[in-house]
């Protein structure tokens, strides 16, 4: 609250502001029309230096003596050099040394420059100033123009010929111009003088309505300071009303970081009373210990400097319960001032819901974007799966058909009918087997393969398969090695599926190992598993392909096309190792490095007698 002294000297500044305020608008009058007075003389000057120009010139043409010229361009100077600071004052960023020059050059008094050059700047584009200028600029179109001609009768009567139709010509066209400068001489100062009246006019009204506002502020202001104890105790029982009332935290602290006020919803978030807390340090009652150095900063360099990061905006920080627990509140700190105290006013909200419900939403995102990735990663694998399918069935029909067609033929060679058959044979084998994969993979997705399982050695299945993919091996050069288990391998299986999961191993081992390479194949009981590992010296695997390896239509790159396949077969020996309760996993050190396959599969109780 105000004292008396403080309001009886803020009414005294008021009507002081009120002199002071009729006291500026009375010199900027003064300094208006002490502007306009300097370009009426200057344009009495350019007035005179006209005629005299024209009055020079044409004397010349009758005297034809270099002084009469002379005199001339003595004259001309002057509208010339008004025409200079003109041009410059209209430029972005003048000279005001080109235009101070030219003013002096136009006769202007030097301590009239200032003042035409402020009444220039600041009214230029207003009413009458701005058509003032608009005559000026005109005239020294004129004023060029005459200057022109001035130049082209030296020259003629210089050139010592007889040109005397030339220099009459000439003549009238300079009184002509002479003729039309006369009204914009009258104009350019009628423009100026209307220009003074409308602004003294204004002046004295802005006068008027100015001590008016001022002194009926000043009244008003005296009778609101009169009413301010009133209106400061009703404030303060509104804010006691609002901070008792309020769901956000209020806390209040001086420049040292003391509270000094906590509100009831202050006090049920922290867990402390209020009274327990006023006068303490902020900092060592609700602040956790690692953030304590940083809030001190923070407010020194406040009440230092006026400046902070954090005020005036709304962040998150952590707050600290009164039994030591931390949480994420919102927070926004309002520098105020109250009765010449630096204050901080804190809103504070705690948000653990809105963290928790941001949380499970972004997981929740997170899996959709997942799931999203995942549907378009098969749908893209089924449209590349559906592309090879129709090449590699179409593959084998082409060899077919052509022995066909050709052993129809009667000229047929009957010596080319064992290659034909073993062609039509080995293609439809292949196909047969496309045609098996598909048919596999479908039981398997719904679940209607049987499997026909019974005791059998893993060891016999192994034997087999190798068997079959021999002649395959030995075709590129390639070094099958087979090691053993001495004694039985008992699992109980369906032996069909079992040789279908060896023999799709052996043949990608072969199918992507280079001549001259090598295929092992280790058959182990291992910690009360059978185990089956075929490991080839081949092209190997990506790392970031082996977690996909044994997905359905998944090839690693292109360059698998040109072995043919579906990309089914590991897909199909990870279903039927997990139908028989096992496991397939593959392991590579990256590409040329090859890659080794581990079928693990529970073993059969051994047989009885």
Not at 221 to 245: K, N, V, Y
Not at 287 to 316: C, K, N, W
């Amino acid at each position: 609250m105000l004292s008396v002294g403080w309001r009886t000297a803020l009414i005294v500044l008021f009507f002081v502001a009120i002199i002071a305020g009729i006291f500026l608008l009375t010199q900027a009058e003064m300094t208006l029309l002490a502007g306009v007075r300097a370009y009426v003389g200057g344009e009495s000057l350019w007035s005179k230096a006209q005629k005299e120009a024209v009055f020079h010139l044409t004397r010349y043409a009758d005297s034809r003596r270099e002084e009469d010229y002379r005199r001339y361009l003595s004259a001309i100077a002057v509208p010339l050099g008004d025409a200079q600071a003109r041009r410059e004052l209209e430029q972005p960023q003048p000279d005001m040394d080109l235009v101070r020059s030219g003013f002096l050059q136009g006769g202007n008094h030097p301590e009239d420059i200032a003042s035409m050059v402020r009444l220039f700047q600041r009214f230029h584009r207003v009413g009458y100033l701005a058509n003032a200028i608009a005559i000026w600029t005109e005239a020294d179109g004129y004023i060029d123009r005459l200057r022109q001609l001035g130049d082209t009768l030296h020259d003629e009567i210089s050139s010592g010929g007889d040109a005397t139709d030339r220099v009459a010509t000439l003549l009238d066209e300079i009184h002509e111009i002479d003729d039309r400068l006369t009204p914009l001489e009258t104009g350019f100062s009628r423009a100026l003088a209307d220009g003074a009246r409308a602004a003294k006019a204004w002046e004295r009204r802005a006068t008027t309505v100015a001590a008016l506002l001022l002194a009926t502020f000043g009244v008003v202001l005296s009778w609101r300071l009169m009413r301010g104890e009133a209106r400061e105790r009703d404030s303060q029982m509104g804010i006691d009303a609002m901070l008792h009332t309020a769901l956000d935290c209020i806390v209040t602290i001086d420049a040292d970081g003391r509270i000094i006020e906590f509100n009831p919803a202050a006090e049920r978030t922290f867990g402390v009373a209020r009274e327990a807390v006023l006068g303490k340090e902020l900092a060592a009652v609700v602040i956790p210990p690692q953030l304590r150095d940083r809030h001190r900063q923070g407010l020194a360099r406040f009440v230092a400097s006026g400046h902070g990061t954090i005020a005036g905006r709304r962040i998150e920080i952590s707050g600290l319960r009164g039994d030591g627990s931390e949480f994420p509140c919102e927070l926004s700190i309002t520098p105020i001032h109250r009765q010449g105290r630096l204050l901080f006013t804190g809103h504070l909200r705690d948000i653990s819901e809105r963290h928790r419900a941001e949380t499970e939403r972004a997981a929740l995102l997170a899996r959709e974007r997942a799931a999203r990735r995942a549907a378009e990663a098969a749908n893209r694998a089924k449209d590349e799966f559906l592309a090879t399918l129709s090449h590699e069935l179409r593959t084998p029909l082409g060899p077919i058909l052509g022995w066909v067609q050709l052993l129809r033929e009667d000229d047929t060679d009957t010596t080319l009918l064992p290659e034909a058959l073993e062609t039509i044979g080995r293609n439809a084998t292949l196909q047969l087997r496309l045609i098996e994969d598909l048919l596999d993979v479908a039981r398997i997705t719904s679940g209607k393969l049987q499997l026909q399982p019974h005791r059998c050695d893993l060891r016999g299945i192994v034997t087999a398969s190798l068997e079959t993919v021999r002649l395959a091996a030995d075709g590129k050069g390639i070094a099958l090695d087979f090691a053993i288990a001495a004694e039985p391998v008992p699992v109980l299986g369906d032996p069909k599926r079992l040789q279908q999961v060896v023999w799709n191993l052996l043949s990608n081992a072969v199918k992507f190992t280079p001549r001259g390479g090598r295929v092992d194949v280790r058959v182990a009981r291992d910690d009360g598993q059978a185990s089956v590992s075929v490991r080839d010296t081949g092209k190997g695997i990506e790392p970031w392909f082996l977690p996909h390896v044994f997905g359905r239509f998944q090839q690693e790159d292109e360059s698998a096309r040109t072995t043919g396949g579906l990309g089914l077969g590991l897909a199909i020996v990870r279903d039927l190792v997990e139908l028989h309760g096992g496991t397939v996993s593959a392991d590579s050190d990256g590409p040329g490095h090859g890659a080794t396959f581990t079928v693990r599969l529970p073993l059969a109780p051994l047989a009885e007698g």
